[in-house]
C-alpha cells in the first residue's frame, strides 16, 4: 500500500540551527501538507501545498518556516532557526485529487535544545 | 472556524470491556468527520470517516462511529477491547470542500488492562 515517507525519525539539534524535515507523499498525491503535536497537545494545521505554491498557512507558519518542493518528490520543512518551543512531532500528509482523506507519514521528532 | 472537542485525554478500558470515546465538533456547515488512531511510534491512521450517506460508518478493527448533527457528536466505539487496540485517538473535522485543513481534537489515549 502507498505510504508517506519521512526523514529523519528523530532529530536533536541546537536552538538556533537550521533543520529540514524531508517528506516524500504518494506520488500521484498533488496536496502536501505539514502538521506539528508538541508533546501531550493536539496535533495543529501548520501548512498547505498545492501545484507548487503555499494555499494555506496557519499562525505556526511563520518567517521561521519555509516549505519546498525541489524535485518533484520530495517536500521539505525548514526551519531556519530553531527555537525551544519547536520540539514537536512533525507530521507529513498528502491527499489525491478529489479526494477528502489525507495519508499521514510516521512523523519526524524534533528535539531543540 | 470549525473545532473538535475530546472529552477525556485518558480513557482505560478492560481487554473485553465496550470502549466510548467522545468527540463533538463545532462547525458552521455539515462537516466531514474523521477517527485517527496513532500507535506508539508510526504515524496517524486513518480508522474511519463520514462524509455523507449512512450515519453509521465502520472502520477498520472493528471500531465504528456514529455522526449525529442533533447532538454535533462523533462518538467512536467498539464492543470488545483487545490489548491491541492501546493508542492515542484522535477526532478530526474538515469541510466539504476537501480544500481546508484538518482540525483535530486533543487526542484520546485508550489504555486496556488485561
Known amino acids: 500500500e502507498p505510504e508517506v515517507t519521512q526523514t529523519p525519525s528523530h532529530q536533536v539539534t541546537q536552538m538556533g540551527q537550521e533543520v529540514i524535515l524531508r517528506c516524500v507523499p504518494i506520488s500521484n498525491h498533488l496536496y502536501f501538507y505539514w502538521y506539528r503535536q508538541i508533546l501531550g497537545q493536539k496535533v495543529e494545521f501548520l501548512v498547505s501545498f498545492y501545484n507548487n505554491e503555499i494555499s494555506e498557512k496557519s499562525e505556526i507558519f511563520d518567517d521561521q518556516f519555509s516549505v519546498e518542493r525541489p524535485d518533484g518528490s520530495n517536500f521539505t520543512l525548514k526551519i531556519r532557526s530553531t527555537k525551544l518551543e519547536d520540539s514537536a512531532m512533525y507530521f507529513c500528509?498528502?491527499?489525491?485529487?478529489?479526494?477528502?482523506?489525507?495519508?499521514f507519514g510516521a512523523g519526524s521528532r524534533l528535539t531543540v535544545l | 472556524a470549525q473545532s473538535v472537542t475530546q472529552l477525556g485525554s485518558h480513557v482505560s478500558v478492560s481487554e473485553g470491556a465496550l470502549v466510548l470515546l467522545r468527540c463533538n465538533y463545532s462547525?458552521?456547515?455539515?462537516?466531514?468527520l474523521f477517527w485517527y488512531v496513532q500507535y506508539p511510534n508510526q504515524g496517524l491512521q486513518l480508522l474511519l470517516k463520514y462524509t455523507t450517506g449512512a450515519t453509521l460508518v465502520k472502520g477498520i478493527n472493528g471500531f465504528e462511529a456514529e455522526f449525529k448533527k442533533s447532538e454535533t457528536s462523533f462518538h467512536l466505539t467498539k464492543p470488545s477491547a483487545h490489548m491491541s487496540d492501546a493508542a492515542e485517538y484522535f477526532c478530526?473535522?474538515?469541510?466539504?470542500?476537501?480544500?481546508?485543513?484538518?482540525?483535530f481534537g486533543k487526542g484520546t489515549r485508550l489504555s486496556v488492562i488485561a
Open positions: 478530526a473535522v474538515s469541510d466539504r470542500s476537501g480544500n481546508t485543513p484538518l482540525v
Open positions: 462547525s458552521s456547515v455539515p462537516p466531514y
Open positions: 500528509a498528502s491527499k489525491g485529487t478529489g479526494a477528502n482523506v489525507l495519508t
